[in-house]
């Protein structure tokens, strides 16, 4: 009976209007600044060295088999060029596979110095994307039978797999103080359809607008070769169609050790609070997170988990020579 519950649960969350209205949300990370090609295109590039990130996030986990992002990038600042290079896999899939999406997708942005502490970023995104549903994990109406086996369905059959393109775009300022940050993604609302039943264009994926902010609060000198220590409060919010987020919050290393706290607020209701915590040292960055939902959705999902895994190749000696614009640390 608790399988029934949490696969109905999913199935109807994944495909509410399915057949008539239905549209897709994108997945985001509660840990954003651990996956910055994810969040704003203009984030490419902030270290001239090779960076390569992980993450995995298992969304409700009390739900069986419910919503896991996997995802591996690389994004590199070429300093002659003024201009950051980046590549990102990524797979969002739900219901072990009754519903998955699977992105390449290629980054570059280019930045205005008005000094190294100082300067407006651009940047652009393209992605290929493979969208499939097994519609037969589905179970309609029509096909419940008293006492007997499920009977076929007179819905039209699905297109089990699609793919289309998909472009974004993004902007940053940086300074000494704060940085804010613009990303746009979806520009071309592709259409995300299965059946030819929705020829309204009702299935284009909905444009995703994101603005973050953030600062950095100083604990100690910044000396070279001295361990670091920096509060950073920070605001994310997103629009996507009908849904809205706001998150606020904020992020503190002390040598080694970093954390966090935000809490996520849907509009309509108190989300969930998110508790990050990681080392960072040398290269290697890893950090872990858990959403304690709030919502009246608790009982049923039991939160979600969060993982990212940063290797920053950047020599370390050249890391602690302040030619980084403090604020934006948070995303390397």
Known sequence: MGNLFYGTLLIGILFWGYGQNATAQDPLYSQYFAAPLQLNPALTGLVDA???????RNQWSQIPNGYATYAASYNQYVPNLNSGFGALVE?????????ATYRVGLFYAYDIRFNKRFYIRMGLEANAVNARLDQSQLVFLDQLS???PPTPSSEAPAVPSITYFDAGMGALVNTPYFYVG?????LNTPQVAFTTNNADGSTALPLRLVVH?????ALNPRKVGQWKSFITPTALF?????????????????????????????????????WMLGIQKGIVKLTY??????????SATGGSHEIALTFNLLNERKRYQNRYNDCLEIFR
Do not use: C, M
């Not at 797979?91 to 519903?99: I, P, S």
């Open 91 to 99: 797979a969002d899939v739900a219901g072990q596979g009754l519903f």
């Open 289 to 298: 997170s858990y959403d304690w939902t709030v919502s009246a959705l608790a």
């Open 213 to 217: 902010a953030g600062s950095e609060l």
């Open 146 to 148: 008293v006492g007997g």
């Open 238 to 274: 997103v629009k996507q169609g009908a849904f809205h987020q706001l998150q606020l919050g904020g992020y503190a290393r002390h040598k080694i050790i970093l954390g966090g706290i935000w809490f996520r607020h849907t509009f309509s209701n108190a989300d969930a609070v998110i």
């Open 50 to 56: 090779p960076v390569f990130t992980l993450n995995y």
């Open 182 to 186: 613009l990303g746009l993604k979806h």
